[in-house]
């Protein structure tokens, strides 16, 4: 359920950008905090400062990526449901190629997330309750880039979604994906930004927002005065 909460604006030294909710409450335990956003927004990048910080930071991504394995206890599942045409030359599922099935078919993308996502859920939360136990101080962070889409952030004590302008977003999906030698053409980027929940939605469940169209050093700004807040 969104929070549909006024928000009001956070004057941070880093600039007003960043916002909070305003009955956002804050508990006295470990928290467990949700980091979303849509993709090439830099919600790892967000992540990463925070661990730099102290959190424990649970990555969805390569939690997904681990169940890709054929060692997995869904790889079986993966491959009666998509057929071994989604395998590499190891027999190890191929990333590339099951996304070209999901972001191209709604109807796949649902039958993928039906078979790993709980799974991932499980497993991601039993770790970040795992670190927060006893431990007031203790901050857990899920890097989840469908937080909100599976109701993750039913499970989370605060949500934080990173946003970005749609140019900044495809300029730096492009970049990413020459980076890691798996380049994507226009209808591909476009493919993958629709195939998640409008921004405009997922602030909606925000307890805070952070702008990421800037640069490393102006985020790093936002992440120290986000982290007073948290470590409170």
Request: aromatic content about 6%; hydrophobic content about 40%.
């Amino acid at each position: 359920m969104a929070r549909n909460r006024p928000f009001f604006t956070a004057f941070f030294s880093c600039g007003v950008d960043c916002v909070l909710c305003e009955e956002t409450e804050l508990t006295d335990r470990g928290k467990i905090i949700g980091v979303t956003g849509g993709i090439a927004c830099g919600k790892s990048t967000v992540c990463q400062l925070l661990a730099q910080k102290g959190a424990f930071v649970i990555d969805l991504d390569k939690v997904g990526h681990q169940l890709l394995q054929n060692t997995s206890s869904v790889f079986g599942q993966l491959l009666s449901t998509f057929g071994t045409t989604i395998l590499d030359g190891n027999g190890v599922i191929s990333r590339s190629k099951l996304g070209e099935i999901v972001f191209a078919d709604s109807e796949a993308r649902k039958q993928l997330d039906s078979i790993m996502h709980p799974v991932i859920v499980e497993e991601s939360r039993h770790a970040a309750h795992q670190f927060v136990e006893g431990d007031s101080s203790r901050i857990a962070v899920i890097d989840s880039p469908l937080l909100i889409e599976v109701n993750g952030h039913e499970t989370v004590d605060l949500v934080i979604v990173v946003v970005t302008d749609v140019h900044t977003q495809k300029q730096r999906l492009i970049k990413r994906s020459h980076d890691q030698k798996r380049p994507i053409n226009s209808h591909q980027i476009e493919a993958r930004i629709k195939a998640q929940l409008p921004l405009s939605e997922k602030i909606k469940y925000a307890d805070f927002v952070i702008d990421n169209n800037g640069a490393v050093d102006k985020l790093g700004s936002k992440i120290d005065e986000l982290w007073k807040i948290l470590a409170s």
